[in-house]
């Protein structure tokens, strides 16, 4: 489904990447994912399932470039640095300027010329007033400040979007909407979504993957039909479920 | 305000108390109403020893601060200046103010930039550590998310961890402007021609204690109006920071 409005499409056809682990990973002497090789296919969302401590958090890391070890390739053969955008489980605001200062942060960062317009229609894309604009992140509530993280995102116009657990933080009816507008506005980009919620995974991905075992590897989970976001009450859906979650529970 | 008033207004009854039920001699304790006839009668002198003294405070404070704050962000940086002025950071604090007093005075003058350099010197310590403090503690996945934003080492520092570290600072000058005054008077009682250390020095030595009295109130006063003046201006500088978050939303 292409997104309503023009701003959040991204310009360049999104690339594919594959991690590769040929040693594994580990802290120390400790071993935490196995030699592994995870393909994420372009322009979809792939989902990452598993305990607290099976990697799953590592390995978007590694894909990020914020650890190294392992290398990461994209599919048309080019750097995947700088292509990225990254989305954690905190909304990581900063309180020293309004949410408008926030989405448009990534270009402070890098002295580019901010294009507030553009980012007005972000914010307004992801359901906030306009007068949320200049509200300051203290003024905002759990989901709205997840909103304009999600905001700040795609702002970045990249083609990879990495996503660390991103709605974890907020209630269950907040998460709900939010994973509808991630759908929506992330569509058509490559998207490694890490969750440990069953329900965001099978409503959201493309693919699934969950890490199993110790030290964990990736297994390939099927996905019920339909194209994502997919509605919560579908029965195929509640039954895959309730069988990942035994899955998860029994790793 | 209010009940900071009502407790000195009965430290002076207590004060005024016992020096009626105990007969004390003026020399040792004046009474206040002898005080107030004391500031009243010497004011033109006590209020031009004043201003020297707010002067070497005001003086240090800035010095002390900008030095301090510098120092921080060499810290943060340098690393390889690290090993080489971490020890220095310490032992400015180390050596105590009065150990190294005479040689100030030795090496400066009896005049002012003696007692300014001792105030900087003191004020250094707090505001450096503080500041160092702050800027080494960065939220993480803020910095995470500097790095996938493509932002350079520098634009991090100015932009994120700079501005995230003002809170610590604030509470350094804080503590700076609570011991500036401390600087000041140590170095007018080693040495000095002027100031409210120097006149209180003067009139111990005649035993004109009720002057002494009167410099020490007037002192005292500086000291808070200095405080209150510096946490007023933090509080409107850094609005953001989290303990003027709570007074506000608390009833």
Redesign the interface.
Known sequence: MPAKGTVSVQSAPAPGFRIELPQGFGFGATPVLAPLSLEVAAGRITALLGASGSGKSTLL?LA???ISGGTVQASDGQALR?R???M?Q?D?L???RDALGNVM??M????ERPDAARARTLLAEVGLAEADAAK?P?QLSGGMRQRVALARTLM?DRPVV?MDEPFSAVDAPTRHRLQELAARLLAGRTVLLVTHDPLEALRLADRIFVLTGSPAAPVALGVPAGAPPRPARDPALLAAQAELLERLAAA | MMRGLLAAAGLVALWQGFVWLTEVPPFLLPSPGRVAQALAARWDSIAGHALVTGIEMLAGLALGALLGAAMALTLTAWRGGRRWLLPLLLVSQAIPVFAIAPLLTLWFGFGMASKVAMATLIIFFPVATAFYDGLRRTEPGWIDLAQTMGASGAATLWRLRVPAALPALASGLRVAAAVAPIGAVVGEWVGASAGLGYLMLHANGRSQTDVMFAALFVLALMALALWFTVDRLLRRAIPWQPDSLLSGRDP
């Open positions: 890391r990020a470039g914020l700088g990225v955008a990254w954690a905190q990581l900063v309180p020293w942060l990534g402070h960062l890098r002295g300051s203290a970045e990495l």
